[in-house]
């Protein structure tokens, strides 16, 4: 899906793990580069520091210190393993922790998360080490959710206000957010990334809209069609939802508004309550 790609139109390869580091500045020009040269001066040679900086991955086994587990070949596993992200994505994912904690603080400290993957050799988000796959979040006092579960279809009501509570934490600090309401491919992770940023609700965004309907059907009652069409009846709700929330501004424009939208669904949905 093009939400999915992001706006990476230059990738730089890193061979090996992050102790390779220093072969970060070898480049190579992504496909279809050229034909994107607006002048018609065949592929672009990127300045050297700013390859590096594309390229250049850390290594972690711990978010702002709380361990991130690996369950897809072996459900349960507790062994510390090594990630790979650009240091930008790694600081925007220590945000999004920490609004975390603070969102869902009545769940006790987030004992451990699980991911299926952040840089992984592929085109796209993942493959520039800005992307994140959240399989599963557990909080001290035994509380889960579990994308990996499907818990987007849910049975249980409070379980789907969860889910959403902790797809609007993601969506304060990563703008492509893909749910298992956006497609089949999502149906077992929560996919951020850094594509289409800053953070704001668009309108002719199918996983936007798609959010935007399930959070009005789930907290509302809003009976929507979750099919990414932004129409008259999604408007109506989401102006409700707005409304009832106590949001004024337009979170279609301003990142601090929806970020404060965004706050406020989480925190009702890790609270279970309707709004
Ligand atoms: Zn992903």
């Given amino acids: 899906m093009l939400e999915n790609q992001g706006q990476i139109t230059r990738r730089s390869f890193v061979i090996g793990t992050a102790g390779a580091a220093g072969l970060a500045g070898l480049a190579a020009v992504a496909p279809g580069i050229a034909a994107a040269d607006p002048i018609g001066h065949g592929p672009i040679s990127e ?3 700013a390859d590096v900086s594309a390229a250049a991955l850390i290594t972690f086994q711990k978010i702002d ?7 897809r ?7 510390l393993r090594n990630w790979q992200c650009t240091q930008e994505f790694y600081n925007a994912l220590v945000a999004w922790i920490r609004d975390l904690r603070s969102l869902s603080s009545g769940y006790g400290s987030i004992s451990y998360l699980v991911s299926a993957g952040f840089y992984v050799d592929k085109p796209g988000q993942h493959g520039a080490g800005t992307a994140m796959d959240l ?4 909080w001290s006092s035994g509380t889960t959710i579990s994308p990996l579960d499907q818990q987007h279809a849910s049975t249980n009501a409070q379980i789907r206000k969860r889910y959403l509570a902790t797809e609007a934490v993601c969506r304060r600090r990563f703008r492509y957010v893909l749910d298992g309401w956006y497609n089949a491919d999502h149906h077992d992770h ?3 990334d850094f594509g289409g940023m800053p953070v704001r609700v668009l309108k002719d965004s199918e996983s936007d809209t ?3 309907q399930a959070m009005c059907n789930n907290f509302r009652n809003a009976g929507l069609a979750i099919d990414g069409v932004w129409g008259t009846r999604t408007e109506s709700a989401f102006n409700a939802a707005k409304s009832a929330l106590g949001v004024t501004g337009d979170p279609h424009t301003s990142s601090s508004v929806w970020q404060g939208m965004l706050s406020k669904i989480a925190q009702k949905g ?3 309550q309707n709004f």
């Avoid at 070949?73 to 062994?79: D, L, V």
């Avoid at 399989?135 to 557990?138: E, G, L, P, S």
Wanted: proline letters at 7%; hydrophobic letters at 35%.
């Fill in 210 to 212: 798609k959010f935007v």
């Fill in 270 to 272: 890790f609270a279970n």
């Fill in 65 to 71: 210190g709380t361990p991130v587990y690996y369950w």
């Fill in 47 to 49: 300045p050297a520091a």
């Fill in 190 to 192: 929560i996919h951020s």
């Fill in 73 to 79: 070949s072996n459900r349960g596993n507790t062994t």
């Fill in 135 to 138: 399989d599963h979040v557990r």
